[in-house]
T-cell receptor
Framework: GESVGLHLPTLSVQEGDNSIINCAYS??????FIWYKQESGKGPQFIID?????DKRQGQRVTVLLNKTVKHLSLQIAATQPGDSAVYFC??????????FGAGTRLAVHP | SQTIHQWPATLVQPVGSPLSLECTVE??????LYWYRQAAGRGLQLLFY??????ISSEVPQNLSASRPQDRQFILSSKKLLLSDSGFYLC????????????FGSGTQLSVL
């Protein structure tokens, strides 16, 4: 079946370092992927998305990489700041145009 | 610009009591609307989605129901809450039915005691 999962449930980084959050997906037919950031007690916020016809997409301080060969998605955050501390979710578009969310990775930024 | 409103932010209800959570979207017409539930420390589970007034699709069998009485209004209800209904409920909307780029509300933390 379709599934989206994450390699690391918790990621701790030093302020100023780059962060890499990884995500694996199982449906090779998925053509759309998206990353969300969720702060405690709040709704998820859209960060960046990518279609399967791209390998890389950049935003402000964030980059999403898509490796379709190994069905792997990653979110890179440059110069991580304390405000980046949150849970990050990846999601893929599954059957019937539904977004399927992974379990999430908690990013903890230390001074 | 488009905004989504969800209320209340926090709700404590006894087992067996009814539930009504409301969500409204402003600044767009004919949005696709969604209700998700998030258990503590877990991912998001899709409960219901709607592509138009009166059109509701249910994703999982449960003690909850949804209604869309107006174009930009989505309501999550229950006649009798169970302990297992506790969780963080999120309303979301999207422009199209392609299942892309959902925009989420601020959520309702429901505790059933």
């Amino acid at each position: 079946g379709e599934s989206v999962g994450l390699h690391l449930p918790t990621l701790s980084v030093q302020e100023g370092d780059n962060s890499i959050i990884n995500c694996a997906y199982s449906n090779s037919a998925s053509d759309y992927f998206i990353w969300y950031k969720q702060e405690s007690g709040k709704g998820p916020q859209f960060i960046i998305d990518i279609r399967s016809n791209m390998d890389k997409r950049q935003g402000q301080r964030v980059t999403v990489l898509l490796n379709k060969t190994v069905k792997h998605l990653s979110l890179q955050i440059a110069a991580t700041q304390p405000g980046d501390s949150a849970v990050y979710f990846c999601a893929e578009k599954g059957g019937y145009n539904k977004l399927i969310f992974g379990a999430g990775t908690r990013l903890a930024v230390h001074p | 610009s488009q905004t989504i409103h969800q209320w209340p932010a926090t709700l404590v209800q006894p087992v067996g009591s009814p539930l009504s959570l409301e969500c409204t979207v402003e600044g767009t017409s004919n949005p696709n609307l969604y209700w998700y539930r998030q258990a503590a420390g877990r991912g998001l589970q899709l409960l219901f989605y709607s592509v138009g007034i009166g059109q509701i699709s249910s994703e999982v069998p449960q003690n909850l129901s949804a209604s869309r009485p107006q174009d930009r209004q989505f309501i999550l209800s229950s006649k009798k809450l169970l302990l297992s209904d506790s969780g963080f409920y999120l309303c979301a909307w999207s422009v199209t039915s392609r299942g892309e780029k959902l925009f989420f509300g601020s959520g309702t933390q429901l505790s059933v005691l």
